[in-house]
């Protein structure tokens, strides 16, 4: 194959799906831009919020109590709390072996208790001081207290570190025992604690400073000999075989991210009230079961309202007010030392995420699914051309969330926006290019033609391409002298209203209407467009034609007109399909023998019938109903052909015509005739004599000497005393009669006076009978 032949190859297979291959790229590009600005961080974040919302609420950690210094503790004790009564409260806590206290208090200065100032009126005596700090004149509260610090090596304090100017410093004796850790949580753009420091380091060459929550489990894990290490790669945390990730510059959602330290996501076990909790007061006044801190972490921290140590967190909802949502600072750090015991301890999942080119993947099949959706369904109803893409969304987020429970947080919203932008955009790309198709094809005749010339490169170059296709010909019988005997006006009345339910018919099952010639109608299945059950539709379309006929028939008596009947072939073969014409009008249409044989098969046809030949009955997969089969030879043809004439079709279809029936009565006395054979279009100049021996609605038996064969048209003349009207009708030989010389005929076409004529004679003998 040549260079020339191979991108040639390669464009035709290309052309169909250009918008997409287009669009697709330029989206991924543009969302890809828009999130590396930070444009989508805080809608991504919001929509991992909701994730943490729907996830099953997880049972409390029994390893965690949290003591917390409500409201009704401040006005009963004061704020903030006395170094004696905090002294009192760890003595109390401690005394029950928890294995780790964490103290979120900032105690770097003293703070007296009423006992203090009796303190500070004694004589200054020396021997009468109890301590190494009263005797360097500090207040007893505050001795009790670092004498409470000094005696409890798992007291854990806090600092403020990256506050700059507003950095707190820790207890000054706490300090001294190395038992202080930061409390920094980094809030996130929109104020919501997502993220925990495991460890700070506020300056490059600075101290390390552990976070709160990573130094009591530390404490904790300590007691069962486990202590966290390096990952082999030297880079990540790692305690037994639980790895800690850390959030990068840019990981999910985050753009430049460069917090100091090494911070991870907080995996929340729910809500507010996730742990054990009790009151200052409940501890001091006896009122709490010990046990709740015996081996235990315990927490210790203000959860007053009016302390404004409280955070907004993923379970935050605006909706709740902005102070009732938030969640106390004290249980923000349960979550975390929770969250690496859980990790360690039990195989919980941490929150990862995932590489930045496999985001970049993510984005690119959001656009590809949108684009791909939106070019398949483009021509479809609205409702086809939205739900795949409402089932895309929802399916993405059902995979996001799925990924979430399995402890990975990819992308949902960049892919989402992706989808529906480049949906957005190949709609817009359609509704232009529709705008232009029907300017410039307005020559074509149907949407579907239109639609394929856009898929096509060479859609507008002259020429055709050879296919296999269903052909349907109709065509109403005796209209011609109807239309001779009426005004124009009316017979444009009459098209209108037959072509109009035809045409319906036609396009609900997915038919290219070719052409409308006079009365006639050419109909293509399988062009522009193929589908595998081409035949199947030309049936059943053919049965929903037939049927139509009653409805127009209906109409025709509501105007006086007479009723029409119409006949209808179809045939299945190779024929050539393209443009034809010039490059100044130009028709889309179909070209070949098996289009001209199609027509010969129609007009075998009576009204009311529909014939198909053998070849198209044969690529039939659902079943059919036929009345009768024949073997004809139409000019043109060197072998005779089976043609079957069809009554019904099953399958999904589910379609059959009404039987008619040939109640025929006896002519007392026969009628004499002449006729003449009907060859093509040309009248024979030979006519025969015969006579009229039986007649119904629409058929009779003629006697003639003369020989005929079947499907022959006829034209023939009364030959009557008592009828002064019109006497020539048309009519076709069905069939040979049992009696020699017989033949039953089909009416084809009646003026009204032979029509009168006939229906005053078979009512008649219709009584008598």
């Not at 010339?453 to 060479?458: C, F, G, M, N």
């Not at 139409?634 to 589910?654: A, C, D, F, M, R």
Request: glycine residues 8%; proline residues 6%; hydrophobic residues 40%.
């Amino acid at each position: 194959m040549s260079d020339r032949s191979a991108l040639k190859t390669l464009k035709q297979k290309l052309w169909p799906w250009r918008a997409v291959i287009t669009s697709v790229p330029s989206l991924t590009i543009l969302i890809l831009l828009i999130r590396s600005l930070g444009g989508l961080q805080g809608f991504e974040l919001r929509m991992l919020d909701y994730f943490f919302r729907w996830r099953p609420l997880e049972a409390r950690d029994q390893r965690i109590t949290i003591v917390g210094i409500s409201e009704p503790d401040l006005q009963k004790y004061g704020y903030p709390i006395n170094d004696d009564i905090l002294a009192t409260l760890l003595e109390t806590v401690a005394a029950e072996e928890p294995r780790a206290i964490g103290l979120d208090i900032y105690r770097d200065l003293p703070v007296p208790s009423p006992n203090d100032q009796r303190f500070q009126d004694r004589p200054n005596n020396p021997d009468q001081l109890n301590s190494q700090e009263e005797q360097a004149g500090i207040a007893p509260s505050y001795a009790r207290l670092s004498d409470v610090f000094r005696k409890n090596s798992n007291i854990i304090g806090i600092t403020k570190v990256t506050g700059g100017t507003e950095s707190v410093a820790p207890s000054p004796v706490l300090a001294e025992l190395g038992q202080t850790s930061a409390n920094d949580i980094p809030p996130d753009i929109d104020d919501r604690q997502r993220r925990a420091f495991l460890y700070l380091k506020p300056e490059e060459d600075g101290e390390t400073y552990f976070g709160l929550g990573f130094k009591l489990a530390m404490l904790y894990l300590d007691r069962s000999g486990i202590v966290p290490r390096m990952s082999d790669n030297n880079k990540w945390v790692q305690i037994e075989e639980t790895i800690f990730y850390p959030i990068e510059k840019n990981s999910g959602s985050y753009v430049n991210n460069d917090s100091g330290g090494y911070p991870i996501l907080i995996n929340y076990r729910g809500p507010s009230g996730s742990f054990d909790q009790v009151t200052l007061d409940e501890v001091l006044t006896g009122q709490v079961d010990r046990s709740l801190f015996r081996d235990r972490v315990v927490l210790i921290g203000s959860t007053a309202e009016s302390v404004k140590d409280a955070f907004s967190t993923p379970f935050t909802s605006l909706s709740q007010g902005t102070d009732k949502a938030r969640v106390p600072g004290v249980e923000i750090h349960a979550h975390i030392t929770s969250q690496i015991l859980s990790a360690t301890l039990d195989g919980r999942k941490n929150i990862r995420t995932i590489p930045d080119f496999v985001e970049a993947l993510i984005i690119l099949g959001g656009a590809s699914i949108g684009g791909i959706l939106s070019w398949y369904w483009r021509y479809s109803t609205p409702f086809w051309r939205i739900m795949p893409h409402i089932l895309g969304v929802v399916a993405s987020g059902g995979v996001a969330y799925g990924c979430f429970l399995a402890g990975w947080w990819i992308p949902i919203v960049p892919p989402v926006i992706a989808q529906l932008g480049t949906a957005i955009a190949i709609t817009a790309y359609v509704a232009r290019s529709a705008a232009d198709i029907r300017q410039t094809f307005s020559r074509y005749l149907t949407d579907e033609v239109v639609e394929t010339l856009l898929e096509t490169p060479d859609g507008l170059n002259m020429g055709g391409e050879r296919r296999r296709i269903t052909i349907l010909t109709s065509d109403l019988r005796g209209f011609t002298g109807i239309s001779e005997r009426l005004p124009p006006e009316q017979v444009i009345g009459i098209l209108n209203i037959y072509l109009e339910a035809m045409a319906t018919a036609i396009v609900s099952h997915q038919g290219t209407i070719d052409e409308f010639m006079g009365d006639g109608i050419l109909v293509l299945f399988g062009a522009p467009t193929q589908r595998k059950d081409d035949p199947e539709r030309a049936v059943a379309c053919a049965i929903a034609m037939q049927k139509a006929m009653i409805g127009v028939n209906q109409q025709m008596a509501d105007r006086n007109l007479p009723s029409l009947e119409m006949g209808i072939g179809i045939h299945t073969g190779e024929v050539v399909v393209g443009n034809i014409g010039s490059t100044q009008r130009t028709k889309y249409g179909v070209v070949g023998s098996q289009v001209n044989l199609t027509y010969r098969i129609e007009g075998y046809t009576v009204g009311g019938q529909i014939l198909i030949t053998d070849v198209t009955k044969n690529e039939l997969t659902i079943p059919i109903e036929t009345d009768g089969k024949q073997q004809v030879s139409p000019k043109g043809v060197i072998e005779p052909i089976l043609i079957h004439s069809v009554t019904g079709i099953g399958g999904q279809y589910n379609l059959r015509l009404e039987s008619e029936r040939e109640d025929l009565y006896a002519i007392d006395p026969p009628i004499d005739l002449d006729f003449a054979e009907i060859k093509g279009k040309d009248i024979s100049p030979d006519r025969y004599a015969g006579k009229l021996i039986c007649l119904s609605e629409k058929y009779v038996d003629l006697v003639t000497e003369r020989s005929l064969s079947t499907l022959t048209n006829l034209q023939c003349h009364l030959r009557v005393n008592d009828h002064d009207g019109d006497t020539e009708f048309y009519a076709k030989v069905m069939k040979a009669g049992t009696e020699p010389n017989t033949f039953r005929l089909r009416l084809t076409s009646l003026p009204i006076d032979v029509r009168t004529y006939f229906s005053t004679l078979y009512d008649a003998n219709a009584d008598d009978a």
